[in-house]
């Protein structure tokens, strides 16, 4: 089971930093994806880390903003973002699978959302 936390309401220009926490497996075996879907918009992937060597991706829109990380002892991955904008606004999930499936968006095994709104 995985489930996010984290998400909240922040100015443009803040940061937040959200987590997925599993429970029942050891993430640290496992690629861990992040997604967001804002209202009216389709689901994005937005970073993800891989399971074998700690490699990280992003999606374009949040380069250089954010920061996908995991904690084994904590079984827990997050994503530190910062310099967020309005465009960041949106539900936030993790997922996990094969890295095949979180690059395709057709992951498995999913947490629920966490809202985060950047708004002034």
């Known amino acids: 089971q995985l489930q996010a936390s984290g998400g909240g309401l922040v100015q443009p220009g803040g940061s937040l930093r959200l987590s997925c926490a599993a429970s029942?497996?050891?993430?640290?075996?496992?690629?861990i994806g992040w997604f967001r879907q804002a209202p009216g918009k389709e689901r994005e992937g937005v970073s993800c880390?891989?399971?074998?060597?700690?490699?990280?991706r992003y999606a374009d829109s949040v380069k250089g903003r954010f920061t996908i990380s995991r904690d084994n002892v904590k079984n827990t991955v997050f994503l530190q973002m910062n310099s967020l904008k309005p465009e960041d606004t949106a539900v936030y999930y993790c997922?996990?699978?094969?890295?095949?499936?979180?690059?395709?968006?057709?992951?498995?095994?999913w947490g629920q959302g966490t809202l985060v709104t950047v708004s002034s």
């Open positions: 880390i891989s399971s074998s060597d700690g490699s990280t």
């Open positions: 029942g497996f050891t993430l640290d075996y496992y690629v």
């Open positions: 997922a996990t699978d094969s890295l095949t499936a979180i690059l395709a968006g057709t992951a498995r095994y």
